[in-house]
C-alpha cells in the first residue's frame, strides 16, 4: 500500500446537468490510499491520517491531482505526421495518412511508434483512450503489447477500409478478412489485463455495406466489445456517404442498418447533425467524441456542444485529441479549442463541465466509469498530478487571482482553485502535467521536478 497526500478534484456528477458545486468533490487537503493498481481508501487528510500511519506517502504540495485524462478517439499510427499541411479531410487522408499508415505493415515500426505514442499521452496527463489503428492486424497486436507492458487501459481494434477507389489497394482488407483478423485479434486481446477491443470501421465512407454487415455480426457475437467509428465530420464526405449509400436516410441510418448503434457505440465527430439524429442518438445511449482541435485544423466545423449536452436530445460525450487531425496530444489543448468552438455558437464551457469531459464525462461516454474517471474506491489508481502555474504566463495570472490566499474558507479555497484551473484549461498542456500514475504506478513525471 501506498499514499498521495495533496489537493483532489473529482466528480460526482455532470455539471451539465446538475449546480456545478455540487457536482465536484474537491478536498485542498486529501488522501488518495492505494493497494495494489486499484484506490483503496479517499478522503480528508485529517480524517485519515492515523489510519494509514505506517505506509509510505508522496505529498504533492501546491498541486491538483485529478483522475487521468480520457481521450475517446485518436489514432496512433498518426503520431508522426501530426500538423501536416493544407488539405481538409478526404485530401489529407489520401496525401499524408494512408501513405503514413501503410508503414504499420511493419510490427517493429508499429511497436516503436506504439510506444512513443503511449509515453506522449502520459506525458500529457492521459491515461485512457480510444484509439485507431490500421487495416494490418500486426499493427493492433504490437498496440496492445505495449499497452500490456504498462498495465494501461486502453480500447483499441482493427481498423477496416474495404471499399475501392477510396485508400490505395495495399491498404484496403476486404469484408471477409476483416471479420476473421477481428474475430482472431477480439480472441486474443478483448478483456486480457486491461486491454479492451472496439470493432472500428474506420469510416461509412470507407466500407462497404458487406463490411459494416460484418461489423454488426462481430457486435452480436461479442457482445461486451465497443464499437468505434467517424460520423459526419465533413460536408464532402457526407455527400459521398449519401451516394455511396441512397438506401439510408442520413449517415447515422448507415451504421443503424447495420445493427451497430447503440450502448458502447462511439461517433467521432458527429458535426453536422440534424436534430432527428441527436434524437436517435439519444434514444439509442451511444456517444459522440468531441474532436474540436481536429475539427478547427481539417476546417470540417463546429459541433454542437449544447445539443449534445441538452436536457431535451441528452447524448454521451467524450473529448477527443483525434491526433493527427488534431494537432495536440493534450486534453487541456482540446478543451481550450473545445471552449472557443462553444464561444463561436454564443455558448460557454465553464471549467468544471469541460474537466468533467475530460475525467468522468469522458469514462461514462465509453461506459467505463466502473473503473476509472473518479477517485472512488474501487476505481483503478489512474491519476494526474496538475501544476496549475507552470509558465511565466499561468505563475502570474495565479498571483494575481482574485481570491487570495489569505482567506480559508472552503468556499473561498474551491474559487481559488477555480480560477487556477480554468486558467490552466485554457493555457494548460504537457507543462501542467508534474506527474500520471497508471493502475497506481508512477508511469510519468516531468524531468527536474522531483516527488515532494
Ligand atoms: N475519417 C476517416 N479516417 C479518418 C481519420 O484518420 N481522421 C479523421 N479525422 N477522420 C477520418
Ligand atoms: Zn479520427
Not at 469484408?175 to 474506420?202: Q, V
Request: aromatic share 10%; with cysteine; charged share 25%.
Amino acid at each position: 500500500m501506498k499514499a498521495i497526500r495533496g489537493a483532489f478534484l473529482d466528480f460526482l456528477h455532470d455539471p451539465f446537468y446538475r449546480d456545478e458545486q455540487d457536482a465536484i468533490r474537491y478536498l485542498p487537503d486529501g488522501l488518495l490510499v492505494i493497494d495494489g493498481d486499484k484506490i483503496a481508501d479517499f478522503g480528508r487528510y485529517d480524517q485519515l491520517a492515523d489510519k494509514y500511519a505506517d505506509i509510505a506517502m508522496d505529498h504533492y504540495a501546491n498541486r491538483l491531482i485529478m483522475p487521468g485524462f480520457v481521450d475517446t478517439h485518436v489514432h496512433y499510427p498518426q503520431t508522426e505526421m501530426i500538423a501536416a499541411y493544407g488539405e481538409q479531410l478526404l485530401e489529407w487522408l489520401e496525401k499524408y495518412t494512408f501513405p503514413t499508415e501503410l508503414k504499420f505493415q511493419d510490427k517493429t515500426y508499429a511497436r516503436s511508434v506504439a510506444d512513443r505514442f503511449l509515453n506522449m499521452l502520459l506525458m500529457n496527463g492521459t491515461t485512457t483512450a480510444q484509439v485507431f489503428t490500421t487495416t494490418f492486424p500486426q499493427s493492433v497486436d504490437a498496440f496492445f503489447e505495449a499497452c500490456s507492458e504498462r498495465n494501461i487501459c486502453m480500447i483499441a481494434g482493427l481498423t477496416g477500409i474495404d471499399r475501392e477507389g477510396l485508400a490505395p489497394a495495399e491498404y484496403r482488407d476486404t469484408a471477409d478478412s476483416f471479420y476473421t483478423n477481428s474475430k482472431d485479434l477480439i480472441e486474443r486481446w478483448h478483456m486480457k489485463g486491461r486491454n479492451k477491443y472496439a470493432i472500428t470501421p474506420r469510416f461509412a465512407l470507407g466500407s462497404t455495406r458487406e463490411q459494416l454487415d460484418r461489423c454488426g455480426q462481430l457486435k452480436g457475437e461479442y457482445p461486451t466489445a465497443w464499437v468505434n467509428t467517424h460520423m459526419s465530420e465533413n460536408h464532402k464526405e457526407i455527400a459521398q456517404v449519401a451516394e455511396a449509400f441512397p438506401e439510408a436516410s442520413d449517415y447515422l441510418n448507415v451504421y443503424e442498418r447495420a445493427g451497430i448503434v447503440g450502448p458502447k457505440f462511439t461517433a467521432g465527430h458527429a458535426i453536422h447533425l440534424s436534430d432527428d439524429a441527436f434524437q436517435r442518438m439519444s434514444a439509442s445511449k451511444c456517444s459522440i467524441s468531441f474532436c474540436p482541435s481536429s475539427n478547427l485544423y481539417l476546417g470540417s466545423g463546429l459541433f454542437m456542444i449544447h445539443k449534445a449536452k441538452s436536457l431535451e436530445t441528452p447524448v454521451l460525450v467524450g473529448l477527443g485529441t483525434d491526433m493527427g487531425a488534431g494537432d495536440c496530444f493534450s486534453i487541456l489543448r482540446v478543451l481550450n479549442d473545445a471552449y472557443k468552438v462553444a464561444a463561436l455558437q454564443s455558448q460557454k464551457l465553464s471549467v468544471f463541465k469541460g474537466l468533467y469531459l475530460a475525467t468522468l464525462g469522458g469514462a461514462k461516454s465509453l461506459m467505463l466509469e466502473d473503473e476509472i474517471g473518479s477517485l472512488d474506491p474501487g476505481k483503478y489508481a489512474d491519476l494526474v498530478v496538475l501544476d496549475l502555474s507552470p509558465t511565466p504566463a499561468l505563475a502570474f495570472r495565479a498571483q494575481n487571482n482574485p481570491f487570495g490566499k489569505d482567506q480559508t474558507s472552503e468556499e473561498h479555497q474551491c474559487a481559488r482553485m477555480e480560477h487556477d484551473a480554468f486558467g490552466t484549461m485554457m493555457l494548460g498542456d504537457e507543462r501542467s502535467v508534474e506527474a500520471t500514475y497508471v493502475s497506481g504506478q508512477l508511469l510519468h513525471r516531468k524531468t527536474g521536478t522531483p516527488v515532494h
